[in-house]
C-alpha cells in the first residue's frame, strides 16, 4: 500500500477477530518499529510481546480504571471498551531504555509507536495505541512490575494487535485551513 493511502486509511481497531498474527508479520511490522527516527540516533527501543491473557485482562483493566478516575468517564462503560481490546491476541508493548535517550524517550517510542501502527494496517491487521493505563504513574508502575521491567526501562506505548473485525469507516480531514499558521500564531 503506498505509504500516503495508508495513512490516509488507517483507524483504529478495537474488536479483534481470535487468530494469531503470524510471526513473520510481527518481525516485519516491529523492524518497521525499529526504522523510527530517534533522538540522536538513540535507539532505545525494546518490545515485549504478550500474549498472556491474564496480562492483557489487567492491562485493560487498569486503562478502564485510569479513565475512570482521571477523566470521570462511568466504569461500565471503560471497562466494556478495554475487555474488547484486550480480545487482542498480540499486545506489543513497545518500551525504551531511559539511559539510552534519557531526555527523549517518549517521543522516540511514539515514532516506533506510529510507525507499528501504520505497518499494521498495511498488512491489513487493525490495531489501536494504549496509552491510558499510563495515564496514571500507579498504574505504569504496576504494569512495569507485572512484565517484570527494569527501573530504567519505560513504556512508551502499547499496541493491541490483531485481525480486524469490524473495519472502522474512514474519517475525513476538513480543518486543514484551520490547523495552520502563516510565519506566526
Ligand atoms: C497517546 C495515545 C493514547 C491512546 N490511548 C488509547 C487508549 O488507551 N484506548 C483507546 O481505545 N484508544 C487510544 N488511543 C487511540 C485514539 O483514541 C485514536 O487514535 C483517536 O480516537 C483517533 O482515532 P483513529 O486512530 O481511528 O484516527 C490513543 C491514541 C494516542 C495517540
Known amino acids: 500500500m503506498e505509504a500516503i493511502e495508508n495513512i490516509n486509511t488507517r483507524r483504529s481497531v478495537r474488536s479483534f477477530e481470535e487468530d494469531e498474527v503470524p510471526p513473520s508479520q510481527i518481525a516485519e511490522i516491529l523492524r518497521c518499529g525499529l526504522r523510527a527516527p530517534s533522538a540522536s540516533n538513540g535507539r532505545p527501543w525494546e518490545f515485549i510481546l504478550v500474549k498472556d491473557q491474564n496480562v492483557k485482562d489487567r492491562i485493560g483493566y487498569l486503562g478502564a480504571r485510569s479513565l475512570y478516575e482521571r477523566k470521570k468517564r462511568r466504569l461500565k462503560d471503560t471497562k466494556e471498551q478495554f475487555e474488547k481490546i484486550a480480545e487482542a491476541p498480540l499486545f506489543i508493548v513497545v518500551a525504551c531504555n531511559t539511559k539510552k535517550s534519557p531526555i527523549f524517550w517518549r517521543h522516540d517510542g511514539s515514532a516506533a509507536t506510529q510507525n507499528i501502527l501504520l505497518a499494521a494496517h498495511s498488512l491489513g491487521l487493525g490495531a489501536v495505541w494504549v496509552g491510558a493505563p ?28 490483531g485481525s480486524p473485525k469490524i473495519k472502522p469507516k474512514l474519517k475525513q480531514v476538513t480543518d486543514l485551513k484551520k490547523k495552520i499558521h502563516y510565519e506566526r500564531w
Open 134 to 161: 499510563f495515564a496514571l504513574k500507579k498504574h505504569s508502575n504496576e504494569i512495569k512490575k507485572l512484565l517484570g521491567m527494569p527501573k530504567h526501562i519505560e513504556i512508551a506505548s502499547i499496541v493491541a494487535l
